[in-house]
């Protein structure tokens, strides 16, 4: 399998200032650090709150693609708590898949700030498909 840093080669990721930290194969925690674009920047100069499940469904993705040998998730939803203002300034997201069936994977992630703190906890369930111009089998 490639590794998970593949990620950063989608716009999405490039947008979010994504960088692949660390892929913890035993636990199956993904580590990606983000640096958000003033964009992202909300009236009180924090990252908008809603803005911050960009982050976290690109790391709780590529933990997907980590628990499944490569498989490319579809996220058919995403929960999200949370918790603390969020500075503009680097931010770390570290993601797991808890179980992966044939098709679905549930997976959850923790959203930190420059100093480490907690801000934002985030569950997901996904489903496998197929990479974009592959071949469509019957599940397709």
Known sequence: MESPANILQWPSAKLMGAEFVSLDEQSGTVEMAFTPPAEFANM???????????????????????????????????????MRPVPMERITVKAKAVKTGRRVTFVEAELFDHEGKLCARATATTMMTGWPGAEKGPDA
């Open 44 to 82: 009180r100069g924090s990252v908008q709150g809603g803005l911050l499940a960009g982050p976290m469904d690109e790391a709780m993705g590529a933990a997907v693609y980590a628990a499944t040998n490569g498989g490319l998730q579809l996220t058919l939803d995403i929960n999200l708590s949370l």
